[in-house]
């Protein structure tokens, strides 16, 4: 059997990124005019081993990200969990929603009535309503899920009628490109959210704006974000596996 190996170097280097990414996110609220605690850190711990999460959970970090159902699954026992919030993040199939439902506090992909119907079905079934982020492709790339933003009324509307499902905001992920033309995508997401707010649907309620990553959630916090997603700037360049 292989021997574990605990990199003491990478849980010091992981726990110092941590600490800066915060307080960056802080300074950034701050800049933006507003509250340090209006935006929420979220530690992307995807292809992350369970070793190099717990100090940073250890250390107060109260809300995670995962993309995929089976990984989540595999490692969550392992996690110091205790008052942290579980995100998922990545594209789900609805094959494999019975299996998440009841494990995370919310699934922030949402991209079809299909997919939060199937999400409400199964949460009736447990009796319970999940919280849900509808994923919007601000860039309107082909490569990406998430629907586009002039689809975004019809589909909460219709998500609305289900029981099951709750939805508290929306979530993008832009194209990659300069910090200039990031922040217009961000910008008209933050439009659409107002507007859709402005509207009080339904069993509907736009509390939630998550957007940012590694490489630009300073911009998304002064566009209006309350969830910036940080995974490499924190726990390093991702091994996939
Ligand atoms: C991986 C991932 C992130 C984090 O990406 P980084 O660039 O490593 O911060 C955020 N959101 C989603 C949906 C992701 O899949």
Do not use: W
């Not at 982020?133 to 019809?154: A, F, H, M, Q, R």
């Not at 499902?165 to 961000?186: A, H, N, Q, W």
């Not at 507007?195 to 069993?203: E, F, L």
């Amino acid at each position: 059997m292989a021997e574990f190996i605990l990199d003491t170097e990478r849980v010091r280097t992981t726990v110092d990124n941590y600490k800066r990414v915060k307080s960056q996110v802080e300074e950034a609220a701050i800049r933006a005019n507003r509250q340090v605690s209006d935006v929420r850190l979220m530690c992307v711990t995807k292809t992350v081993e369970p070793q190099y999460i717990n100090p940073v959970l250890d250390l107060g970090a109260d809300l995670i990200g995962e993309n995929r159902v089976q990984e989540y699954l595999g490692k969550k026992d392992a996690l110091h969990l205790d008052g942290v919030e579980r995100h998922l993040i990545g594209h789900l199939q609805t094959n494999k929603v019975r299996q998440i439902v009841g494990e995370v506090d919310m699934i922030e992909s949402v991209d079809s009535f299909r997919l939060a119907n199937e999400i409400s079905k199964q949460s009736q079934k447990i009796g319970t309503a999940t919280n849900v982020l509808v994923e919007v492709n601000v860039g309107k790339e082909e490569s990406k899920s998430g629907i586009y933003i002039e689809e975004l009324e019809d589909l909460l509307y219709s998500i609305s009628q289900l029981d099951g499902v709750s939805v508290k905001g929306l979530m993008t992920i832009p194209p990659i490109c300069d910090e200039k033309e990031v922040r217009k995508y961000f910008e008209r997401l933050h439009r659409a959210f107002v507007d859709i707010k402005d509207k009080r649907i339904d069993n509907i309620s736009m509390e939630l704006l998550s957007m940012g990553m590694s490489g630009d959630y300073e911009a998304a916090v002064l566009e209006g974000s309350n969830i910036v997603r940080v995974g490499s700037a924190i726990f390093g360049a991702r091994k996939y596996f």
